[in-house]
């Protein structure tokens, strides 16, 4: 393991998990930098479940080695599990309780007294504007709410690493944004957060660094930048003022570009993905391609030249999106 453990939150080498036949989790080697949001992005069953398990010490490792905070998660696993906090994909607050019992208790069981359980119940319970449902029983709650009282209950007393495993599963757009914005309002706090998720946007909006991980493998690692440089350039988008005139663009395009060209469903707009990771060689690849088209009489009536999605990353990474995988472990 590296020697500069003191500035990573996480540290696996090798890391391994195997059920019978499956191997979950195969050599996951991660380096994730405290007070981040680090992403760890693929589809169900690619591992990332079981990865955190591992490092939140609910699982022993088969092979490899694991640090949190320094910490060796098989051999120093209670000073692991007094830094962390886990939420799951599913919440696990009791819902026969009412949001602010289930917060009271879990504060009294983590050692606060009764006044300050309550008192800190309440502060959570309107951070995470929950407070006129702070009486209602929790299977009463939508599930925007259920997943804020969740993440509400993992952060009673602050972790120093808070582990959140698909946190937005299944919720609506509006529910997601305000869980996206409390992950925020926790890193602002110092907490480090790892965040498992299938959802490409999420990666983006939230996570500085990212890890794809397919098949129990980490297949790349890097900023969302290094990521979408990774697979190329970028796009360029055209639309043409005649849409007869998008067989002869599309030729050229082919030619000048040496790229695939798609078709879209406007009649009039084409998309060339481009090859050099260098943003200036695509400025100058996109320039002499209009300039041909121009020189053959095709006119364009828009251009841009945009970054590549990371739907676009996983796809050119994987093979497949982020919705499917044949692996049946977590």
Known sequence: MSQHTSALAIETAGLVKTFGETRAVDGVDLAVPAGTVYGVLGPNGAGKTTTVKMLATLLRPDGGEAHVFGHDVVREADE???RVSLTG?????????TGTENLVLLGRLLGHGKQAARRRSEQLLAAFGLTEAAGK???HYSGGMRRRIDIAAS???TPDLLFLDEPTTGLDPRSRNQVWDIVRAVVAQGTTVLLTTQYLDEADQLAS???VIDHGKVIAEGTKGELKASVGAGSVHLRLRDPEQRPEAERVLRLALDADVQLEPDPVALTARLASASSDSAAEQASRALAELARTGVTVD???LGQPSLDEVFLALTGHGTQTSEEVAA
């Open 155 to 157: 952060i009673l007393s």
């Open 137 to 139: 029983q929790v299977k």
């Open 89 to 97: 994909q599913y919440a696990s607050v009791d819902e026969d309780l």
């Open 80 to 82: 692991v599990r007094g």
């Open 302 to 304: 828009n251009f841009s």
């Open 209 to 211: 660094r990212i890890a």
